[in-house]
């Protein structure tokens, strides 16, 4: 349902940088997981903002990807309630409203919502704070949603800025100590 808008500008920027050579043998070496339908459909369950990024320069855009689950389904409502069951939706709002239905899920990236505290997440991770959990799937959202719980001043994903200081204290303090990549005074 969303995406943290920073990390897709920032992706952006880099992908400017880029010639289209160097842009391809990106997308080789970071193909999209899918999960595919008995109809064909797919539904992509990683690297959403690295293709909302390139959607948003370019709309012809193509990519890599690889097929990580074959589903028993012939509609994009079961499609969607087998990869809920599975845990691989997060079917909430970029104002951390939810569960939603899965049919409100956008048929497009480019109609994700903005959570700027996916961008908090986003950023934390990329300061180290936060540590990648590559095999744990959208745990970024859950930190998103632990956070969203705690004091924080007002942000946006257009400036991080003044939550950062705290949201480094909040990460890094005992009581996140359950989350997924959680580092401790470590880092």
């Known amino acids: 349902m969303c995406v943290g808008l920073s990390e897709v500008w920032s992706r952006q920027q880099d992908f400017q940088s880029e010639s ?3 842009r391809r043998r990106y997308l080789r070496g970071k193909p999209v997981p899918l999960v595919r339908n008995r109809l064909g459909q797919l539904w992509m369950v990683d690297r959403h903002h690295r293709l909302r990024a390139l959607l ?12 990580i689950a074959e ?24 104002r951390g409203h939810g569960p ?17 505290y996916r961008s908090l997440v986003w950023k934390l991770k990329k300061e180290g704070v ?3 959990q590559p095999l744990i799937p959208y745990h970024e959202f859950r930190w998103g949603h632990w956070l969203r719980t705690r004091p ?6 257009a400036r991080l800025g003044p939550a950062l200081p705290a949201a480094r204290c909040l990460a890094r303090s005992e009581a996140a ?7 401790g005074l470590d880092h």
């Open 71 to 94: 589903l028993d389904s012939e509609s994009r409502e079961a499609a969607l309630e087998a990869l809920q069951a599975r845990g691989w939706l997060y079917l909430f709002d970029g």
């Open 56 to 67: 948003e320069l370019d709309r012809s855009v193509t990519s890599f990807g690889y097929v």
């Open 152 to 157: 924080l001043p007002p942000f946006s994903s």
């Open 100 to 116: 939603l239905p899965a049919a409100e899920l956008p048929h497009s990236l480019l109609g994700l919502q903005d959570d700027p």
């Open 20 to 22: 289209a050579k160097d």
């Open 130 to 132: 936060i540590k990648p």
């Open 177 to 183: 100590r359950h989350l997924a990549g959680w580092r």
